[in-house]
């Protein structure tokens, strides 16, 4: 009986959610995974740790060897050096996190971190590395006004009418009717959605770059002793969220000009 009620209240509501409440929706899930983004490495909850731009780590690996290298034989000094550590860092946007044994270790507060990190566990400062990459490279700030910019627009798509019963004179009956929402602000939320799209787009794009080129240059530098990776999860969540955003962009943007070309042919 209540899988029946429910299938009812579903059918009911469906007609009533407007095409303005699917982009709400897409909205919604845009800047949870933006957020989720920007919380990277922040905290030791679980899944937090996972979302990093980049990380680095030690590890023991047959070296690279090639012509243009003066000196080959640096490899084993690094790796002496290094010894058994086994530290890894990741790095987020606004925190770093350090797994020495198994379980991270993560703030905001890098020298905070390198107080619980021993020599031995980080012998070439991989700590100071990723804290250096965090404050010179990472910007977050475009996406954080791309986050504001988005829920703007959810404001202002939420003010669009929707479906409301009005009595015909003419029939006697009650009929649903959707008036057209606002040209101006409608305008307003296409150009508010569009610039989140295009701060979205630099940011991930920005990301992405300078998390590989720092990579390949910091496993190059512990050739044999240190690897790095860039953030598989952290990738995904912003360019999904790119997508989502340039989806809702190009819906407002053919909900105008339809509106615009059903007025046009009334008027005629």
Not at 4 to 17: D, E, K, N
Not at 35 to 59: H, M, Q, R, T
Not at 194 to 212: D, E, N
Request: contains cysteine.
């Amino acid at each position: 009986m209540a899988n029946i009620r429910f299938a009812v209240g579903i059918q009911r509501l469906i007609p009533f959610l407007g095409y303005h409440h699917v982009l709400m929706i897409l909205i919604a899930v845009a800047i949870i995974l933006l957020s989720l983004l920007l919380a990277g490495c922040s905290s030791s909850s679980p899944l937090i740790p996972g979302i990093f731009l980049i990380n680095f780590y030690y590890d023991q690996y047959t070296p690279t060897y090639d012509p243009t290298q003066v000196d080959p034989g640096v490899t084993a000094a690094i790796a002496n050096i290094v010894g058994q550590a086994q530290l890894e860092v990741r790095v987020g946007y606004f925190g770093l996190c350090v797994n020495t044994d198994g379980a991270f270790l993560c703030s905001n507060n890098a020298t905070a971190l390198a107080e619980q990190v021993s020599i031995d566990q980080d012998p070439l400062n991989l700590v100071w590395v990723a804290t250096t990459f965090k404050d010179a490279v990472v910007f977050p700030y475009l996406l954080i006004v791309a986050i504001v910019l988005a829920f703007v627009t959810f404001l202002l798509l939420a003010t669009f009418p929707g479906w409301h019963e009005e009595h015909d004179a003419r029939t006697g009956s009650d009929i649903d009717i959707k008036p057209f929402p606002s040209r101006p602000v409608s305008q307003v939320a296409l150009a508010l959605i569009f610039i989140a799209s295009i701060f979205v787009l630099v940011s991930v794009l920005w990301q992405h770059t300078a998390s590989v080129a720092a990579a390949q240059i910091a496993q190059d530098f512990g050739n044999g002793s240190v690897r790095s990776g860039v953030g598989t999860s952290a990738m995904v969540l912003g360019w999904f969220g790119f997508g989502l955003l340039v989806v809702v962009t190009i819906g407002l943007l053919v909900m105008i000009l339809s509106i615009h070309l059903l007025d046009k042919l009334t008027d005629e």
